[in-house]
């Protein structure tokens, strides 16, 4: 016992002096809430690591029941090729869209603004869900320490609520003290793991007896077993998320290179490429990234070798699948028992984090939402931190009232969370193809780019679609009409008064609520532009429409500011250069009014702007 409780000491103390600290003057010098590699390998990268604790147990689920447990290598080698395809994608639209804003800002760009509108309600879905599923997740592993994964779901419901609320006030104290917590959680999780996989390994060299084998139900045919796998498959798949948020939340990363690309431009000068690929924040954001490339693939097939040879699934012995797995590798060790213990609560925690993901990414989204008509102003609020908590608590409140919904059913959270994330990978791989396309000259780099970026587009196209039929008997029918839904509420708030926005409500919330400056405030301030054209044209359309029918409409509103074009408003070769709406707003002054100006919701110093 005394080895365990030793080993668990170093193990939390290497983790603590890893992790990342947020100094006065990194504020100072990047902005509040900008953080570095390490942060950013926490914040963006814990939704996809946490994945380890669940993704492998929903796939076996899929297929042991029906003694397909043995053929679970080609859902994992499935998935391996997914992330990887879909991760190279993301690597390389960071240097194409590195102001941020991922498949919203690139399917505004190079596709139309009415399939943006639609990526951007969905990822908000998606967001939601994602805490949803990480927090009652966590909820599992921590009822696996006694045994009592199938307790009432009043139990689930609470713990959850419990674990959601711990991260939603971690979440609003800001970004450099949540990434050092998250960071620190997820050093002593990649060490207690060694430690378990050496026990594993103990174990089955031990001869370790299995769990008692059970008889399946019934034999599939092949077809259905064709669809037991193509559901393994794609339950596996469900921690993708990750990709859209570091490319989402690019913003929120500080400009500069971290120690390894500046230590590699001194030493190997002659490997100029690669560290210009790893520089900048774009760079920081490639590697948060490229650790997503191999590490499904490989903690998969871990988990499913194990699983298949100690017969461990979710449910087992009143386990989760990496409840039992653990059980066994840690009491390999002596005193064991303790790193179990210490194992299944850190996963607790762990996947309750995984939460800040989502949260994150919320705060990425809806400014901009909100900026583009889809959510009222008075969303926007930002602290003196860089966090928007409005944004923060309201998704908290949606997760209690889900959780509840749901019964804290983690299995019924899923056909909701990871479906939706795909339909932007594939609205990013369509624009990356277009942008190579009309960027890169003709020859065989053009053509293969293109070839890629297609390929990736089109698998993200089947995976959305294999998402939905492999979950059909789970509520993914459900998630067809959720997303139909969605795609016409998005449009009806657009043009109801709630999306109308005029360019000085845009730089008002922009540039003096949301606090952005730059290039991504000139990003989203174009984004809203064209919004409102797409918002002018639906309406005429819907005009003539009711013309047909002898009803005349009158438009209420002259044609919006007109937006332009992307380079000419993001001010590439001047990125100095004010914003794209100043020239309007120094043409339309405000007019003086009796009484003086109206009041309007607070900006700057009254809502947390440092003087």
Known sequence: ???????????????????????KEH????????????????????????SYFYATGEMMSALHPYNLQKYGYIAVIIIAIANAVFGFLYMYSLGVFNEGGGSYTASMRYLAPGLSLVVAVVLLQDYIFTIVVSSLSGVDQLLSLTNSYNITWIVHVGIGIALVTVTWFLTIRGRGESSRVVFTMLGIFLLLTVVMAVGLFLARSNHVAAFPYVQPSSTPSLGMAFYHMLT??????????????????????????????????????????????????????RMVQTSFLFYGGVTTAFLAYFAVHFNAFDGTAGRSLVGNLSFIGFTQIPGGTILYWAYQILAVGLLAAASMTAFQDLQATEWRDVAIGEIPEIIVYRDKRGTFTRSVTIAYVLVIIITFI???????????????????????????????????????????????????????GLVFIGQIAGKWTEGGWVVLISFSVLALTANLLLISPIGYREPKQIYRIVREKARVQGAMASIVEWQSLK???????????????????????????????????????????????????QQYLDNHPKEPVLGGAPRETAAGNTEGKND
């Open 531 to 581: 919004m409102q054209e797409y918002r002018y044209n639906l309406l005429v359309r819907i005009a003539q429409l009711f013309e047909l029918f002898g009803i005349r409409r009158p438009m209420r509103f002259e044609p919006p500011a007109p937006a332009g074009d992307y380079d000419h408003a993001l001010h590439v070769d001047h990125p100095e250069a004010p914003s794209l709406l």
């Open 232 to 285: 393994a498959s794609m339950k596996g798949l469900v921690a993708l998320s990750g990709l859209e948020a570091m490319s989402n939340g690019i913003q929120f990363v500080i400009d500069e290179d971290f120690a390894l690309v500046k230590w590699g431009k001194q030493k190997l000068p002659q490997l100029k490429g690669l560290w210009d690929f790893y520089s900048g924040k774009s760079g920081i954001g």
């Open 406 to 460: 749901i019964h804290g059913n983690t299995s019924l959270g899923v056909p909701y969370y990871g479906i939706g994330v795909f339909m932007p990978i594939m609205m990013m791989g369509f624009s990356i193809r277009r942008h190579i396309l009309r960027n890169f000259p003709k020859g065989f780099k053009r053509s293969l780019g293109a070839f890629g970026a297609g390929f990736a587009a089109v698998l993200s």
């Open 27 to 50: 504020t100072a010098i990047h902005g509040a809430g900008q953080i570095g590699l390490l942060a950013a390998l926490a914040l963006f990268g814990v939704d996809y690591f946490t």
């Open 1 to 23: 016992m005394l080895f365990s409780i030793a080993l668990l000491i170093v193990i939390v103390f290497i983790a603590f002096k890893a992790a990342p600290v947020e100094k």
